[in-house]
Every structure is written in C-alpha cells, then in structure tokens.
C-alpha cells in the first residue's frame, strides 16, 4: 500500500553533480523522518543523509558539505542533491521514511534503488 519510488541516478564523472529524487505514496497520514541511505560494491548498507519532518538534518562525514539532503512535504518527495562526486559515492541508493498509516501503524519503508555510479 506504501510505496517509495527513487529517481535520478546515472552515470556521471568526478566533480560532477546529480539530483536524486523519492515519491512517497500510499495510504499516509503522516511521515516522520526520511533518509538516503546507499551501498557501494562490496560494501554494506550506509547511511548517507536523514532529514526530520522539522527540517533537522543528518549527514554521514563522508558526504557532508557535498551532499543537502530536502523535502517537499506537501509533495511527499524528498531529495538528495549530490555535488562534487567522487568515485567513492557510487553506490545504489536507497529512499527511507518512517511513515504512520491512516491506520495509524507505523513503519519503516525502503524504496528499490537507484544506480548512482561515478567514473571517468
């Protein structure tokens, strides 16, 4: 019933720059906090950035300053804005959201990814 659909990754070269995007859908009365979390080859799952309802955000040291994780609440969306890449950000990145139903049960939710890969 809850779906989270990421967008926006490719191929794009060091120093270069992409915009992720995730649509949250589904029978929803509220969502908590969102996050991007993303797993390189061979590596495990990581969290990149996190973002509460308020606007409190989160970064992993290894992204931040490069990376501004937003949100559109009125949209469901929520976005990752990677600048200056590096090879070392490849990775498959993953949509999360704490979200409470209009039933009001409350979940974690993951999106299927999106291909980031960065490479000269």
């Known amino acids: 019933q809850v779906q989270l659909v990421e967008s926006g990754g490719g191929l794009v070269q060091p120093g270069g720059s992409l915009r992720l995007s995730c649509v949250v859908s589904g029978s929803i009365h509220s969502i908590n906090t969102m996050g991007w979390y993303r797993r390189g080859p061979g590596q495990e799952r990581e969290l990149a950035a996190t973002?509460?309802?308020?606007?409190?955000?989160n970064y992993a040291d290894s992204v931040r300053g490069r990376f501004t994780i937003s949100r559109d609440n009125t949209k469901r969306m929520a976005y990752l804005q990677m600048n200056n890449l590096k090879t070392e950000d490849t990775a498959v990145y993953y949509c999360?959201?704490?979200?409470?139903?209009?039933?009001?049960?409350?979940?974690?939710?993951w999106g299927q990814g999106t291909q980031v890969t960065v490479s000269s």
């Open positions: 999360n959201a704490d979200i409470r139903r209009t039933d009001l049960t409350r979940n974690n939710y």
């Open positions: 973002i509460t309802n308020t606007g409190s955000t």
